[in-house]
C-alpha cells in the first residue's frame, strides 16, 4: 500500500512570497488533514477535510491560508502572502472514515518551509 | 478542550536500559490516546493506541502504554533500549467520534550506547 505523498520536500522562499504544498492521501482514504509543525513543537492541526468537504479550518489563519480538495483525492494548502512565522514542516495525513476515532492517521513525511 | 502534556522535552538513556516516556491528559470525557513516533526528516509514525478495553496497550517495536484513569496518564516504557530507538516521541488525544489530535509537545529520546 503506497503511503501518503508530498511535495515538495523542501522549499525556500522570501517573506511576502506565495508557496503552494501538494498532498495525495492513501487509495480509498476519505479524510485529510493538514498540519504545522514548529521547530519544538507537536503538530498542530490546519485544516480536515472529509471527501471534498470542510470538516474543521478552526485554526486556519483565513487570511494567509487557503486549501482545497476539490475532487475529494488530492489537495493543495497555499500560503500568500508568506510570514517568517510560517517557517515550519507542513504535513499531511489520511485516515479511513471520518467519525471514527480510533482510525489511525497515517502521515507523509512533509514539507519543511523555510522564509527568509 | 483537551490537552496533552508530555514531561521532560529530553530524555536520555543508556542502551539496554529501560525506556519511560511520560504523558498526562487532559479531557472532559473519556478520550481516545496515541503515541507517535518521528525519526528525522520523516513524518509521524503510530506506535500504539488505546481506545476502550484493556488499558495495557502493546505497540510496535516492544513499546507499551498503560492507560490511568485516575492519574489522566498514558506513559509510554520499553523494557530494553536499542539505538534504532532514538527518535522524537508525541502522545496524542482525540474525543470519542472525533478524529482531531491534539499533539504534546514532544519528547526527544537520546540512546547512549
Known amino acids: 500500500e503506497a503511503g501518503v505523498a508530498q511535495s515538495p520536500r523542501y522549499k525556500i522562499i522570501e517573506k511576502r512570497q506565495s508557496v503552494a504544498f501538494w498532498c495525495n492521501p492513501i487509495?480509498?482514504?476519505?479524510?485529510l488533514y493538514w498540519y504545522q509543525q514548529i521547530l519544538g513543537q507537536g503538530p498542530k492541526l490546519l485544516i480536515q477535510f472529509q471527501n471534498n468537504g470542510v470538516v474543521d479550518d478552526s485554526q486556519l489563519p483565513k487570511d494567509r491560508f487557503s486549501a482545497e480538495r476539490l475532487k475529494g483525492v488530492d489537495s493543495t494548502l497555499k500560503i500568500q502572502p508568506a510570514k517568517l512565522e510560517d517557517s515550519a514542516v507542513y504535513l499531511c495525513?489520511?485516515?479511513?472514515?471520518?467519525?471514527?476515532?480510533?482510525?489511525?492517521?497515517?502521515f507523509g513525511d512533509g514539507t519543511r518551509l523555510s522564509i527568509l | 478542550a483537551q490537552s496533552v502534556t508530555q514531561l521532560g522535552s529530553h530524555v536520555s538513556v543508556s542502551e539496554g536500559a529501560l525506556v519511560l516516556l511520560r504523558c498526562n491528559y487532559s479531557s472532559s470525557v473519556p478520550p481516545y490516546l496515541f503515541w507517535y513516533v518521528q525519526y528525522p526528516n520523516q513524518g509521524l509514525q503510530l506506535l500504539l493506541k488505546y481506545t476502550t478495553g484493556a488499558t495495557l496497550v502493546k505497540g510496535i517495536n516492544g513499546f507499551e502504554a498503560e492507560f490511568k484513569k485516575s492519574e489522566t496518564s498514558f506513559h509510554l516504557t520499553k523494557p530494553s533500549a536499542h539505538m534504532s530507538d532514538a527518535a522524537e516521541y508525541f502522545c496524542?488525544?482525540?474525543?470519542?467520534?472525533?478524529?482531531?489530535?491534539?499533539f504534546g509537545q514532544g519528547t526527544r529520546l537520546t540512546i547512549n550506547p
Open positions: 487509495s480509498g482514504h476519505a479524510t
Open positions: 496524542a488525544v482525540s474525543l470519542q467520534g472525533a478524529q482531531k489530535l491534539v
Open positions: 495525513a489520511s485516515s479511513l472514515v471520518l467519525g471514527a476515532a480510533n482510525q489511525p492517521q497515517h
